[in-house]
């Protein structure tokens, strides 16, 4: 069984341009999940969908955004790009009705300079 | 809402030696846990989980973890490591119905032969 993809792996952005991740999840799984990893903040829930409805949200701007697609797939999507944006971008899987366990993918890195 | 703590930002452990990783958290609710270990430039992996039953999990790798609910804490403990354990540990929560998981600071392991 494939595990979680997120694609891409790297990107360097500059700043004010908008950048758009993908994740896909392990097949069957209907809830998708994203957190950033900063060293300053540590992880940091950023927002769930289950069944293309996004149920929860962290405390982030509005220039933060995501989406789920039919087949479960996700997508987010930052606009204007700031420097302190600069994190590893990591989804999360879950198969359950409950959380009793979230796959994680190897996440995307994004540099804005 | 969740809050986690681990109590130790970096642990130097050597090589065969036991290591014990602490975490407490804070909850009005009832909870899962989670431990997971993340490797340089990888997402996180779950090492274990205590949802509910008996108060000692045991996990891959040879980790496990005892849930104490009185003192609100889920410790981790290796009996011997490898060097191939050094990595950084992240205690996390999540109530029963809710996808988000909280996650602690982290802590480094660093195993010196």
């Known amino acids: 069984k494939a595990g979680v993809t997120q694609t891409p792996r790297y990107l360097i952005k500059t700043r004010g341009q908008q950048v758009t991740l993908s994740c896909s999840p392990i097949?069957?799984?209907?809830?998708v999940s994203w957190y950033q990893q900063t060293p300053g903040q540590g992880l940091q829930f950023l927002f769930e969908?289950?069944?293309?409805?996004?149920?929860n949200k962290g405390n982030f701007p509005g220039r933060f955004s995501g989406r789920q697609f039919s087949n479960s797939r996700s997508e987010m999507n930052v606009s204007t790009l700031e420097l302190g944006d600069s994190a590893l971008y990591l989804c999360?899987?879950?198969?359950?009705?409950?959380?009793?366990?979230?796959?994680f993918g190897q996440g995307t890195r994004l540099t804005v300079v | 809402a969740q809050s986690v703590t681990q109590l130790d930002s970096q642990v130097p452990v050597f090589e065969e030696a036991p290591v014990e990783l602490r975490c407490n958290y804070s909850?009005?609710?009832?909870?899962?846990l989670f431990w997971y270990v993340q490797y340089p430039n990888q997402g996180l992996q779950l090492l274990l989980k205590?949802?509910?039953?008996?108060?000692l999990v045991k996990g891959i790798n040879g980790f496990e973890a005892e849930f104490n609910k009185s003192q609100t804490s889920f410790h981790l403990r290796k009996p011997s490591v490898h060097i191939s354990d050094t990595a950084e540990y992240f205690c996390?929560?999540?109530?029963?119905?809710?996808?988000?998981?909280?996650f602690g600071a982290g802590t480094t392991v660093t195993v010196r032969a």
């Open positions: 999360a899987s879950s198969g359950t009705e409950v959380n009793t366990e979230a796959f």
């Open positions: 097949s069957g799984h209907r809830s």
């Open positions: 969908y289950f069944s293309e409805t996004q149920r």
């Open positions: 909850s009005s609710v009832s909870v899962y």
């Open positions: 205590y949802l509910s039953g008996s108060t």
């Open positions: 996390a929560v999540s109530d029963l119905y809710d996808y988000k998981l909280s």
